[in-house]
């Protein structure tokens, strides 16, 4: 599971910023909860960020997706054995999205580090890079509830200093340095921690919205396996079909087409998937990834979670993750919205909502709403009208609007 997500220099992040999955002590909502066994720290399963446009919602989700994806994405490429891959070129992590709104961070490298949990085990994994690649590197871990905690490696540019788990299973400190240690060590070696660590960093899943490219692909991309899957999650959020029927070969995406059933007064309609409701194509797109994420305790990620999507749906989703029956194995969503109809105090706790955007120098800021304070000293009360509050301006992150400047200007 997530804990903890820092980041700096990155798009409009100028200063270090940290997202923290990590429970507050706040009271409501405990039964929704993660609780590791092992030593009862308690952990978020949802978390949503708000805030105007162009204020860095999105830039969060990049910024995670850019490390994760560092580490995922020349496994993913590396150890396929067809040829679909032969002239892709070979992966390299370099850094083109520093802050630039000043002559000293375009010139820094952007900075990450993760903390997060997996199978017994807590690791940190920090990762730098600038616009001509990686400058360093490092990955330590210690078992949850243990106070040891042991360096697996540690890497600047292209030297790397190994821990003492590593130097006994001999690995090689000469590769491929355009790539993440990681990565390379992952792809080479079959080591018990170092397969931990990447596995999960490889298993989160990201889902941009923003461009549409779920759905775009959704024609080219269901399968038929997974009929099953995604007509129950429909149903469950009240989208009524009954199946859809894939035609034409896997490998000929551009005959490929997908037909969509309804059942009406007993008898069966189909109809091209195009022809959907882009909410039911959306749902369509994510049904496999909720599912997994669910079943298999993953991080699911998505940006624009909202868009196209009733508030009910969005509301529906959310409680997939809140509820200890159906969450079983500790999966966790982040999303962005500017949806603020399910900003409410019987749908999220206060930890589990964030604002972000800019400041005079044009630099993201990230914070929680149970980080703020009243004018009277008190934190914001768990009953209050949240929504209501955030739209007087009372949370801050939200749009400044001045409706007559440009005809007065004019």
């Not at 054995?81 to 370099?94: E, F, G, H, L, M």
């Not at 007064?265 to 990834?289: C, D, F, H, Q």
């Not at 500790?330 to 972000?356: K, Y």
């Not at 800021?365 to 004018?375: A, F, K, R, V």
Request: with cysteine; net charge negative; proline share 3%.
């Amino acid at each position: 599971m997530l804990c903890q997500f820092t980041f700096d220099n990155f798009r409009s992040y100028r200063d270090e910023t940290t997202f923290d999955m990590q429970a507050s002590p706040m009271k409501e909502f405990r039964e929704s909860l993660i609780i590791d066994d092992k030593d009862g720290q308690a952990f978020l399963p949802v978390s949503v960020i708000y805030g105007p446009n162009a204020g860095g919602k999105s830039n969060l989700f990049y910024a995670m997706h850019r490390m994760f994806d560092a580490v995922a994405y020349p496994i993913y490429l590396l150890s396929r054995k067809d040829d679909t891959t032969k002239d892709i070129p070979r992966p390299k992590v370099k850094g083109t999205d520093a802050f630039r709104f000043d002559d000293e961070h375009t010139k820094e490298p952007s900075d990450f580090e993760v903390y997060f949990r997996t199978k017994g085990q807590e690791f940190r994994y920090t990762l730098s890079f600038d616009s001509e690649g990686i400058t360093s590197e490092s990955l330590m871990r210690k078992n949850v509830g243990g106070t040891r905690t042991a360096l697996l490696f540690e890497r600047a540019d292209d030297d790397v200093e190994l821990g003492s788990l590593l130097k006994r299973a001999k690995v090689n400190t000469s590769f491929n340095t355009d790539i993440p240690y990681l990565s390379f060590l992952a792809l080479n070696y079959d080591i018990e921690f170092v397969d931990m660590a990447a596995e999960w960093l490889a298993s989160t899943r990201f889902i941009d919205f923003d461009f549409r490219f779920e759905e775009l692909i959704l024609e080219k991309t269901l399968e038929q396996e997974d009929e099953a899957v995604v007509v129950g999650i429909l149903k469950a959020a009240g989208i009524n079909i009954d199946g859809f029927r894939v035609e034409g070969d896997e490998d000929d995406f551009e005959n490929r087409r997908v037909w969509v059933r309804h059942v009406v007064n007993g008898k069966p309609y189909e109809l091209r998937l195009n022809k959907e409701s882009a909410g039911t194509r959306k749902m369509m797109s994510m049904a496999v990834a909720l599912d997994d994420a669910l079943r298999e305790g993953r991080l699911l990620v998505i940006d624009e979670l909202d868009s196209k999507l009733h508030p009910k749906l969005l509301r529906f989703i959310v409680m997939l993750f809140q509820d200890p029956d159906i969450n079983k194995k500790g999966a966790q969503l982040v999303f962005t919205s500017q949806d603020v109809s399910i900003m409410r105090n019987d749908v999220f706790r206060r930890d589990e909502i964030w604002f972000a955007a800019r400041g005079e120098d044009e630099e993201s800021s990230l914070w929680s709403l149970s980080d703020i304070h009243e004018p009277n000293g008190n934190l914001v009360n768990k009953n209050a009208a949240f929504d209501r509050q955030y739209l007087s301006g009372r949370y801050g992150a939200d749009p400044i609007l001045d409706r007559l400047l440009y005809w007065e200007e004019d």
